[in-house]
């Protein structure tokens, strides 16, 4: 009995050590180089009348030291799953989809019981629910741009099945491909023979601090641009509205704002279970730190961070 009290103290010593030691890493800026912003961007045609709204599908809440390094262990964080809908007289489409309305048997059905007590969630009405609900004709979505193909981002895919789903060839290859597993990724999300795929050539007109770009409606209002290391073709989307407001949606590249500010990774223990390619999120978490730094006036929102999104319009709210 005694010698099992004294392992299980060695353990919770080691464990206490090894949360504190992970929350405190920053991201060492001065190991990577600056990036230069482009001279040449899209002309934004001001002329055109389009709206942006977010769709909130559900949430966790989770301690914020789990959500980025030296975020506070004893301050609880709300991180949203949800959909931006984008109303463009070319075009309605959304950018990621949220928890679909089959979340609950994806989820069960694919992870493990540590894997759902680590991603739970509270689902909401998912975005075909929310559309439905307000009257708006869920057929209407021309597209789906999902940041990338991760099972809280893909899961709505089947919800619309006139809807083309938009990504790059690297990550329809990465998401087929035998590694990609849960508890990131849910093959039966995305894997039926009626989705209809289109696959994104970038165009190497830079963007801002990025060296290709996929201007979506041809007129400079919603610009797209490659965030690698999340997954492997993940997406990030300028929208550019006539009012002047900029935004800039990040994915999952990290999961609060003030990752970018600090800069800092997610967690060690969902960064292991979610991230890519370590070495290349670092690399472009620092590019958007710059990014942030020289353009203030750019609300940058990452896929997860409801503290970033509360303000922005809800649907059926929208704003222009
Ligand atoms: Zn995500």
Redesign the pocket.
């Known amino acids: 009995m005694k010698k099992f009290k004294i392992i299980s103290s060695v353990l919770l010593v080691a464990s206490i050590l090894f949360f504190i030691l992970s929350c405190k890493t920053t991201i060492d800026v001065s190991t990577y180089t600056t990036p230069k912003f482009s001279k040449k961007s899209y002309p934004i045609n001001q002329e055109v009348t389009f709206s942006l709204s977010i769709i909130e599908t559900g949430f966790a809440k989770t301690p914020e030291a789990f959500v980025y390094r030296g975020g506070n262990l004893f301050k609880t964080r709300k991180l949203s799953h949800v959909s931006v809908l984008i109303q463009h007289p070319k075009g309605t489409f959304a950018f990621d989809t949220g928890l679909g309305s089959e979340i609950k048997e994806q989820f069960h059905d694919n992870f493990s019981f540590i894997d759902r007590q680590l991603f739970k969630f509270t689902k909401l009405k998912s975005m075909k629910e929310m559309l439905v609900t307000n009257k708006f004709n869920p057929d209407s979505i021309d597209f789906i741009i999902p940041s990338h193909l ?1 099972f ?2 893909a899961s709505g895919i089947k919800d619309f099945p006139n809807a083309t789903v938009w990504t790059t060839r690297e990550e329809y290859n990465h998401a087929i491909s035998k590694g990609a597993t849960p508890p990131a990724f849910i093959k039966e999300q995305y894997n039926a023979d009626f989705i209809k795929w289109k696959f994104l050539d970038f165009s190497t007109t830079e963007y801002e601090i990025f060296k290709e770009s996929y201007d979506v409606f041809n007129d400079g209002t919603v610009v797209l641009v490659k965030l690698p290391g999340h997954t492997k073709g993940s997406l990030g989307m300028f929208v550019n509205l006539k009012s002047g407001k900029r935004y800039f949606f990040t994915g ?1 590249l990290t999961w609060a704002v003030e990752a970018f500010n600090g800069p800092s990774e997610k967690h060690a223990i969902p960064r292991r279970k979610v991230d890519g390619d370590r070495e290349n999120i670092k690399k472009t978490i620092v590019m958007i730190h710059h990014l942030i730094k020289e353009k203030p006036n750019l609300k940058v929102i990452p ?2 961070d409801f503290n970033a999104q509360k303000n922005i319009a809800h649907f059926p709210n929208v704003e222009w």
């Open positions: 991760h809280d981002h999952d896929a997860h």
